[in-house]
């Protein structure tokens, strides 16, 4: 089997993965827009509540954090697949083909090796949160639901790492230099 036949075939399986896990990704991404607009409108009638009625929601820096992270944690996989997060490419838009691609697989594992050093570390947490029932000091909210994000969003960037990890062009998208 040659190079390019392992290479074809190493683009069809993430290219199978990739469209198995984009709606799921979609749909984890859309649920941190609405994360986002659930902060707008709360910090909106946190601020109304202090001024009208002098009363502020108590809970609103604790919700808000809350929902930052989520918001994070939910559109990290889909960011991660389709690469539309930071990169610098001025090196790599600066190799060869081949050179490039070997550069794309490298940083596919250096980002596979985080998430599943950042997981490893975040089980442990998940799991102290969920068998002592931790609440939010003023809210009350339980805590390990919006922890458990963590480690979905960790897995599931893995995922999209190893299925980008190996892109015909390097990395780059076309219209990029």
């Keep these: 089997?040659?190079?390019?036949?392992?290479?074809?075939?190493?683009?069809e399986t993430a290219n199978r993965i990739e469209k198995l896990l984009?709606?799921?990704?979609?749909?984890?991404?859309?649920?941190?827009?609405?994360a986002g607009g659930?902060?707008?409108v709360l910090i909106g009638a946190s601020v109304t509540m202090r001024y009208f009625a002098f009363a502020p929601f108590r809970f609103t820096e604790e919700l808000v954090g809350l929902l930052m992270?989520?918001?994070?944690?939910?559109?990290?996989?889909?960011?991660?697949?389709?690469?539309?997060?930071?990169?610098?490419?001025?090196?790599?838009?600066?190799l060869p083909d081949r050179a490039a691609r070997s550069i794309s697989i490298l940083a596919a594992l250096f980002g596979t090796a985080f998430c599943l050093w950042f997981l490893a570390l975040c089980l442990p947490w998940l799991e102290?949160?969920?068998?002592?029932n931790i609440k939010t000091e003023v809210g009350r909210?339980?805590?390990?639901?919006?922890m458990a994000l963590l480690p979905l969003s960790m897995a599931l960037s893995m995922v999209a790492f190893l299925?980008?990890?190996?892109?015909?062009?390097g990395g780059r998208?076309?219209?990029q230099p």
Excluded at 1 to 11: A, K, Q, S, T, V
Excluded at 22 to 34: D, E, G, Q, R, S
Excluded at 141 to 146: C, E, K
Excluded at 163 to 169: S, T
């Design 128 to 132: 102290f949160a969920f068998d002592r």
């Design 38 to 40: 659930a902060i707008v």
């Design 1 to 11: 089997m040659g190079d390019r036949e392992i290479e074809c075939r190493r683009l």
């Design 22 to 34: 984009a709606p799921v990704f979609v749909a984890m991404a859309v649920l941190a827009a609405l």
């Design 173 to 175: 998208k076309t219209g």
């Design 141 to 146: 909210l339980l805590m390990y639901p919006w």
């Design 69 to 94: 992270t989520a918001a994070f944690f939910l559109a990290l996989p889909l960011a991660t697949l389709r690469a539309e997060h930071v990169r610098v490419l001025v090196l790599v838009s600066a």
């Design 163 to 169: 299925a980008g990890g190996a892109p015909g062009n």
